[in-house]
């Protein structure tokens, strides 16, 4: 039981920690993109 609680826990933390790292690399990319347009 304890196991299973403790999978779920971490499970929750990769899922934030993924979502963060979608949202950094949405930020991040047309970040890096349009200075990389413009001459």
Same mark, same amino acid.
């Given at each position: 039981?304890?196991? %299973? &609680?403790?999978? !779920?826990?971490?499970? &929750?933390? !990769? +899922? %934030?920690?993924?979502?963060? %790292? /979608?949202? +950094?690399?949405? %930020? /991040?990319? *047309?970040?890096?993109?349009? *200075?990389?347009? &413009? *001459?």
């Amino acid at each position: 039981m304890e196991k %299973l &609680k403790l999978n !779920s826990k971490v499970r &929750k933390i !990769s +899922g %934030l920690f993924m979502i963060m %790292l /979608v949202v +950094g690399m949405m %930020l /991040v990319t *047309p970040a890096m993109a349009c *200075p990389a347009g &413009k *001459p």
